[in-house]
């Protein structure tokens, strides 16, 4: 936190701003003996929250909820959301809004206490959450960021000294996340249910004026709000499927108006490419199936249309007939990012009319072969095959010679198409086997070295160094991996 402490938090809480339905103003809990166990100097310095001149234990009393940063009026939201296709009113039962930070680039950022005790919104749950999981969104959305993709981040856990029970008792944890804001699909469908017309037209407005303030010069501004977030969600689920994440839990409310990924859960990282992938124990229908994402992701989107209906148009008729006609959009929005990025793959610079069948016939290969979806990018990258299977296949050979076919006639030299391909492929991704160690290294054995390691090594994934060699197997696990949402 800055070199002058009266500096180093900036905290305004334009939230609590808006009508008191949509909030509920909470105290953390105290918790008994908090300590850190991971903390993010690069984010800190980003939020002007760089912890140089600041006593140790002061720091912790922030992170933990022991003591609340000077002007922080913290709060916990209110939200509903439809949970794997049910509509459910719910609300932050276990985070604690600290307020938002503007950060020495004049940014506003939500900071947030995750596992900081009960709120009004905890329907029955205990308000915690354990270190394992906390650790794990700490890696992942981390992950993420040095992905290049949108996402929440985390400046800190802290352990607090107290079990919490789950299936058995584990360590209790604390996270700090940041968001550019924590405003969900949910959050109008909360407003679009419970509250009044000028509710929702006061949130619509909040957002308008904090995300996407180009909407104020457009005629009806909360049609642009929508446009707006169908195309964030586009690129974001594009940049999803590129990279073979699998959020894992995509309902309403783990959909952001911002376009930033939250909430990892369930989520994890495809190995062999197949479209039916799904990891968490709980989707037993496969609805956050790996090729899914788009389709729920519109679903979602839909949602979100029916939620801000009467601002579009007065006669629902109407309103309806525009919010089917803006998200009619969203397929092509979603195709454009998705098939611009596999080109960047493929070291493809310009588009050509047979690109999009030389793309579905490598998936089409990768799934049939069970290839490693990272690994045969990084294979094509570097054209270095050694063990991987898929290169002795005679029908891969031919869709080979036709890649190279077409990626060398571009103009673009050699080392430019390289460039390309190592800057949208990464060298190495959060392999589940990895992670897993990393956790539980930290839980069962109080050892943060290998949840270190592994974050500074995922910190810088398209550089493709001999570092990142021993992290890109993928398990040769003979059981699937399964991830579970008791966090
Ligand atoms: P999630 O599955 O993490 O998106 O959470 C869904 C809802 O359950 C949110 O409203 C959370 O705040 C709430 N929730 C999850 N875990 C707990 C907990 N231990 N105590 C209270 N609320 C919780
Ligand atoms: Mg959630």
């Known amino acids: 936190m800055s070199k002058n402490k009266t500096t180093c938090w900036n905290l305004e809480n334009s939230y609590t701003k808006l009508p008191k339905r949509f909030f509920a103003h909470i105290h953390p809990t105290i918790v008994k003996d908090p300590a850190i166990v991971l903390f993010n100097e690069g984010l800190a310095e980003q939020l002007g929250l760089s912890c140089t001149s600041f006593q140790a234990e002061e720091v912790v009393k922030w992170l933990s909820g022991n003591a609340i940063p000077p002007q922080s009026k913290p709060l916990a939201q209110a939200y509903a959301g439809h949970q794997f296709g049910n509509f459910t009113r719910l609300g932050d039962g276990r985070a604690i809004l600290l307020g938002e930070q503007i ?161 990892y859960g369930p989520c994890a990282f495809m190995d062999a490419f197949d479209p039916a992938t799904v990891f968490s124990s709980i989707d037993q229908t496969g609805r956050y199936a790996y090729g899914n994402q788009p389709a729920i992701g519109g679903w979602n989107l839909a949602r979100f ?85 898929i290169y002795n296949e005679k029908e891969f050979k031919q869709w080979h010679q036709r890649w190279k076919k077409r990626k060398n006639k571009q103009q673009a030299s050699n080392k430019e198409i390289h460039t390309l391909m190592q800057s949208n492929n990464p060298a190495v991704i959060p392999r589940n086997h990895r992670v897993e160690e990393a956790l539980n290294a930290a839980v069962e054995h109080g050892d943060t070295r290998v949840v270190k390691e592994l974050v500074h090594v995922l910190s810088t994934p398209y550089a493709h160094t001999e570092e990142k060699a021993s992290y890109q197997q993928a398990s040769n696990a003979d059981t699937p991996y399964r991830t579970f949402c008791g966090t």
């Open 103 to 263: 950060t020495p680039e004049g940014h506003r950022v939500d900071i947030q206490l995750k596992g900081a005790g009960r709120t009004p919104y905890s329907r029955g749950g205990d308000g915690r959450a354990a270190l394992g999981p906390m650790l794990r969104e700490y890696i992942i959305s981390e992950a993420l960021h040095a992905l290049h993709i949108p996402t929440t981040r985390s400046l800190a856990v802290v352990s607090t000294g107290e079990s919490i029970l789950r299936e058995k008792e584990l360590p209790g944890a604390i996270l700090t996340r940041s968001a550019s804001s924590h405003i969900r699909v949910g959050t109008f469908q909360y407003a679009a249910a419970w509250g009044s017309l000028d509710e929702l037209q006061c949130l619509a407005d909040y957002v308008i004026k904090r995300h996407y303030p180009n909407a104020l010069n457009v005629d009806n501004r909360y049609i642009q709000l929508y446009k707006e977030v169908i195309d964030g969600q586009a690129a974001l689920i594009a940049k999803w499927q590129l990279v073979g994440f699998v959020h894992g839990v995509m309902n309403t409310d783990n959909m952001t108006i911002s376009g930033e990924s939250i909430d």
């Open 305 to 389: 249309a029916e939620a801000l209906l009467p601002l579009f148009h007065k006669e629902k008729e109407r309103a309806i007939k525009i919010a089917q006609d803006v998200l009619s959009s969203y397929d092509d929005r979603f195709l454009e990012y998705w098939q611009n990025g596999m080109r960047s793959k493929l070291g493809l610079i310009n588009k050509e009319p047979g690109d999009e069948k030389l793309i579905s016939d490598l998936l089409d290969l990768m799934k049939k072969h069970k290839a490693d979806y990272t690994n045969t990018f990084i294979a094509l990258t570097n054209d270095k095959w050694g063990n991987h299977s």
